[in-house]
């Protein structure tokens, strides 16, 4: 590697910055070269525009196989008289072993979805079959990829053809000495005899690549075809017109291209990105093409760009991680910046400490692609927020780029595209900026959990413990966990009877389930709250259902969910991602840290959440309350059929309210005549209010939705379970069993 790769990869980038995933694959297709030039089996030039049409790496299954290369000695020292190498020194052909060294040199491009008929693109070519058709002696029309029609086909083709007359000299004298050992029936009848003097018999099978070596005119050296540039360049001539050519029709035409920018001849038969725009769509715009299958027009791009784009879909996986259930998510970190504000040293920095770190992590479930992951997006919101550049973690890399990370960091995205691989692979959503959103939510998350309803005093410190939950605590890590869906699957499902969330989406499914609340923050869509309650209360009753099979000695009450979700929307609220037009808001304002009693707690609790601001809406969170309160005693004091039992979430309509009420009101004057020793003047924070409220109006003309009373509801039973008291108050001394689960 010489500094001048880095200025030739810098001097490629583009002019602008990258507004759409196809710039980004053209920037890979730059890190992938650069990588490349690292590499110490690129030991020749190799022309970065050749490079981007090879596939080095697309039959590494082959590496160190033995009988997986399959070598044909052409020497053209004299092109006047080009002959196969002579049996004396060592015959016209070899089976040996394609190793890893190998795989620059051979000039390999395999097609982007292999077919039984396959196009060879590059004189070497890949078969797998029996000796006799790779002998070249089968004589249908699928008796392709063979040694002979290296010669016959591939130097004969149109392309080579067309290559040929714009060259001359020695590029032109290689390409005419190979068409005429092609048309030298005796040699190529030679070289079958040679080949199947080399294997046990014709039905042998056999996996190789099969390449040509050359003895270039007034050389004694033997080359492989990517040593040699005119090869190359038929090569990428054919592969080249194979992008107009594939599937459609009238697929270039002259315009300007949409990565570059600039005006020349573009394609549109690339194969797309994540099969987005690929060259089988046709014209979705009517009128504006009437003969609906000019390709190019949907995406014009230059031939080179179309070539990067062809080949980044194997780039990009490198970058992915499986969700389950034909999920897959795209991680992709690019520089957001011009070529012209990039340094040299910014591009190494950036190639060796995000981009090498990221494409080598192994994306297995148990493999480091997360902790990865987790850690770039950590390192990128901490130097963002222009914390101190310098932790225990940083590497010796990191301390002799220490003068440039930090402005280096501003440069750097993420791109994230979500995929449910099937019939059709579909993109449900991508953007170019996937993590600055999930930082944000992380840092809203942690505001919520680092307030005063968490704090020491707070009714949820310690209720339910932090450490039980990914939600809870403080100074949480949730990029990863947000973007990876888990933080929206944790508190929602879309149905109260099933885990739909679990399954794989439809065919015909616009949306899917498990990642639709992701599409709408990374792509900066509101999140609605009105279908959020609804799966808050299908996961609740699903939860709380569960719960009353098990027989744990806990309440069977969700309320660790709960509070998971009271964090979760107002999070999402603080953020400013929630559309609340048609619910209830989700507001909160600053809380003391300290109270007096659990009075004062609740007055302020209520007073300052915008859920609660409506006598409807404290009515159901007080009966809740009470609810909770009631049900904890009865659970110290064995009782198994709790209130929570007998009025669950999913009970509590405007219809039943009223019963519930009533029935609720009495059983605590009961325990509270019952109980000489126990004091009730505690729950009288609840009873008063209740009262007040319940009756300000009926409840049949609230406004409340069934979500938002049965999700009020579920917040004040899990208030009145964690209700215990502030202090050891004189008239009440509590051990009431919690719901942890």
Known sequence: MTSNDVETAVSRLQSRIPASLYEVAWQYSMFDWYSSRQSTALDFDLDPEHLAYLTPSAKSSLFGEPDSLVVVYADLSDPDSPHLRPDEAGGPVEITTYTEDDRFRVGHAYPESKTSSMTDYSITTHKNADAHHIAGLRDDAWGTNNIRDRFT?????????????????????????????????????????????????????????ITVRIKLPGSDDWKFPGEIPILNEVMRAKKADRLQSISVEEASGEGTGFVSNNDSTVTGGSPGLFGMYGKKQREHFANLDTKGSSAWRARPLEFDTAAAVASAGSLFDDFSRGLGSSRRLYILPYLAARFSEIEEGTFEWFYDRIYTRLRDADSGAEGSFDDTAEDLFAEADRVNDYADAENDSQTEHDVAFSARSDAAWDKVRFAVVHQVSGNPDRVFFNTLDGVSPAVQ????????????????????????????SPLLGRGLSLVRYILYGGYFRRTTEPTRSSREASETPGAGDIDDSRMRRVRNLLTETRIDSTSLLEEYIHQLVQDQNEQFGNDNGYISFPKRSVVEQYAQIHALATMGVLDTKKTIPFTHAHMPDEFEDRDARLDDFIANHGALSGDAEQAVFTLGGLVGRISAFQSYENVSSTLIRRYPVDYLTKQTIKEVTKEVLQMNNSYAEAEENRSYQTNSRYTTRLADTMLSADPQSWRLTESELQWLYSLGIAYGLSDS????????????AEAEA
């Open 153 to 209: 086909g591939w130097a004969q083709s149109e392309y080579a053809e067309a290559v040929l007359d714009d060259v001359d000299g020695a590029e032109h004298e290689i390409l005419s000495a190979l068409t005429e050992l092609g048309e030298d029936q005796n040699a190529m009848e030679r070289l079958s005899d040679s080949f199947l003097n080399l294997v046990s018999d014709e039905e042998e099978e056999i996996d190789a690549l």
């Open 441 to 468: 939510l992380e840092n809203a998350h942690n505001q919520i959990t680092g307030s005063a309803a968490f704090d020491s005093d707070g009714i949820f410190n310690d209720s339910p413990k932090p450490e039980s």
């Open 725 to 736: 008291s502030l202090y050891e108050e004189e008239e009440e001394t509590e051990d009431e």
